[in-house]
């Protein structure tokens, strides 16, 4: 397992978000410009996983969902190749969704993954069985949806209502 610690984010973990972003190969890459605002605005929804010398290694953003408060909204979460597999993602989700149910009081977790995406599919099936909680599935976005062709589907993962997660 990992021995990264999470902490939230600050504006300077912006560009290394970025970064981690770029070289995952899955995510939708957004302006560097976006990741230095979402350290800034969105600090209490984000976590950045951290190697031994403090350099982040992974991070995932989100937010709560303006329509359903409760909910917290995973926009995007990512960890460096040469830390995959060795259980980053999962503390990064536990510990937000930890931390942000202590402040905020959700209840639940969504995310979009495209269909081909089996890691992010594991992660968050794995996920919702550590906190005892449901799995529903519908196309949030369908492919036709995106601007540019070649775009799949997202498909919008409900986890909820989240329990106290196992040990």
Known sequence: MTT???TPPTIADGAELWR?????GELDLNSPYSYLLWC???ADTTAVARDSSGR???????????DAPETLFVWQIAVEDSHRGSGVAGTL???LSARVAATH???RVEATVTPGNLASDRLFRSYARRHGAEVTQEVLFPSTAFPAA????????RIG???DPAS
């Open 4 to 6: 990264a610690r999470t």
């Open 20 to 24: 981690i972003a770029r070289g995952s």
């Open 40 to 42: 800034r605005d969105f």
């Open 56 to 66: 982040p290694i992974g991070f995932v953003t989100g937010y709560l969902r303006p």
């Open 93 to 95: 989700l536990d510990d």
């Open 105 to 107: 009081g959700i209840s």
């Open 150 to 157: 070649g775009h799949d589907s997202e498909v919008l993962y």
């Open 161 to 163: 209502p989240l329990g």
